[in-house]
């Protein structure tokens, strides 16, 4: 990721409008900032929420409190949890999050 021409700034999250994105299952409560070609979104996922789609969007992912299980296409399951991060890069490998206790997720894509 290159990061160019964004002055310094400071993101107050609780001044961040909240959107709602309804999964299979549970809801995706989403804050999103856009820093040029970079969105950063604070996300918070109720419990039982379960993603209505498979992402190919790069991402970097931080756990801030919860538990999130993330499925890769090829049937290989992931378990997040705070303070725990993964990386994976567009196109590389389709992925869907699920939680059942719900999480708050940091992400950068």
């Known amino acids: 990721m290159q990061i160019d021409e964004i002055p310094f700034g400071i993101t107050a999250w609780s001044e961040v ?11 995706a409560y989403w804050q999103t900032q856009h820093f040029g070609f970079i969105r950063v979104r604070m996300v918070e996922y109720t419990p039982g929420y379960v993603a209505d789609h498979w992402c190919a969007k790069g991402h970097i992912l931080l ?11 090829d049937g290989r399951t992931f378990h997040l949890t705070a303070g ?26």
């Open 17 to 27: 409008e909240v959107t709602a994105h309804p999964g299979e299952t549970g809801v």
């Open 63 to 73: 756990c801030l409190a919860g538990e999130l299980d993330t499925e890769l296409a």
């Open 84 to 109: 725990v991060s993964y990386q994976v890069a567009d196109n590389a490998e389709p992925h869907r999050s699920s939680t059942r206790t719900g999480a708050t997720l940091f992400i950068v894509d």
